[in-house]
């Protein structure tokens, strides 16, 4: 994503997140600041700072498609903890999040298996 599509990205949830009563203008200013300078997603920032929940966030964040991370959190399968470490992982390596999180033995193969076969919506039922 170029930067001024990123930038614009991050400044639309953060209004949500402001329209919602989670962050404060002044929280989203010093938020969008550290996510310039650490390269973190606004949310990711937001919760850092405890400022936010992971659920207030999912609930602000538009909804495209449910990632393998937030599946296998919402199943309880792995940590809020784990997912971050993965994800700093993944970013530094770029491998698989599913493969670290394997390698890592947090969770078995046939659960990452079944998770990535198995359509979002019936996952929740």
């Given at each position: ?6 930038h614009f990205a991050s400044s639309l949830i953060g ?31 937001c919760m850092l700072k405890g400022w936010l929940s ?72």
């Amino acid at each position: 994503m170029k930067e001024s599509a990123h930038h614009f990205a991050s400044s639309l949830i953060g209004q949500r997140l402001i329209e919602a009563g989670y962050l404060t203008e002044a929280q989203l200013r010093e938020a969008l600041e550290a996510q310039e300078k650490t390269g973190l997603l606004l949310g990711e920032v937001c919760m850092l700072k405890g400022w936010l929940s992971y659920s207030q966030l999912k609930e602000c964040l538009p909804q495209l498609r449910t990632r393998l991370g937030e599946k296998l959190l919402a199943l309880g399968y792995i940590t809020m903890e784990q997912l971050w470490l993965a994800i700093l992982e993944q970013r530094q390596t770029g491998h698989k999040l599913g493969e670290i999180l394997v390698r890592r033995g947090w969770i078995d193969r046939s659960v990452l298996d079944f998770v990535l076969a198995t359509p979002a919506h019936k996952l929740d039922s």
